[in-house]
């Protein structure tokens, strides 16, 4: 199986930051990786696919990069309804693997 | 518009089973592929099953034997039968699918699944 882990696994900010997280494959993935938002009590969200897609609806603020085994989330200019955790999931083999999450929180 | 609709989750007890359904709309599950993800409480997403358009299944490690992914076309209905239940099975569990293989646009509500003596 294909292992994702992401760093940080927490992370504090302000409104108006930028944060990065990252994600990286055991084993190269192409650019078959996806992002989720999920809020408490709440299904999560896709926000980007295949490393850097925009799923539609989703603020410019947010985007992705990377291929291979390296991925990076950014969001810019944080806004309160960030505030959330992040999860990656590999898109190119099943077991079709999640990172551990990562928790955005409010400094 | 896409919708899913989870049900079937509750209280049960070691080695007991249960079935989980998902309800589609907007949508042919058979069209699709489907998944069911699940959610330990406090902890992170772990892929759980998926079932293709063709009807081929995969499933992970952890409910390999247990567990069976299916559907019902004429119902456009998902599910997913549990047994052996263990704790470690206790979680949200979520359908879920996608336009693209593996990646999950839409979600449902989840169901909750408790397994306890």
């Known amino acids: 199986d294909i292992q994702m882990t992401q760093s940080p696994s927490s992370v504090s900010a302000s409104v108006g930051d930028r944060v990065t997280i990252t994600c990286r494959a055991s084993q190269g993935i192409d650019i078959w990786l996806a992002w989720y938002q999920q809020k408490p009590g709440k299904a999560p969200k896709l926000l980007i696919y295949a490393a850097s897609t925009l799923q539609s609806g989703v603020p410019s603020r947010f985007s992705g990069s990377g291929s291979g085994t390296d991925f990076t989330l950014t969001i810019t200019s944080l806004q309160p309804e960030d505030f959330a955790t992040y999860y990656c999931?590999?898109?190119?083999?099943?077991?079709?693997?999640f990172g551990q999450g990562t928790r955005l929180q409010i400094k | 518009e896409v919708q899913l609709v989870e049900s079937g989750g509750g209280l049960v007890q070691p080695g007991g089973s249960l079935r989980l359904s998902c309800a589609a709309s907007g949508f042919t599950v058979s069209s699709n592929f489907m998944s069911w993800v699940r959610q330990p409480p406090g902890k992170g997403l772990e892929w759980v099953s998926v079932?293709?358009?063709?009807?081929?299944?995969h499933y992970a490690d952890s409910v390999k034997g247990r567990f069976t992914i299916s559907r019902h076309n004429s119902e456009n209905t998902l599910y997913l039968q549990m047994n052996n239940l263990r704790a470690e099975d206790t979680a949200m569990y979520y359908c879920a699918t996608g336009i693209k293989i593996y990646t999950l646009d839409y979600w449902g509500q989840g169901t909750l699944v408790t397994v306890s003596s």
């Open positions: 999931q590999q898109a190119n083999a099943v077991p079709p693997t």
């Open positions: 079932i293709y358009s063709g009807g081929g299944t």
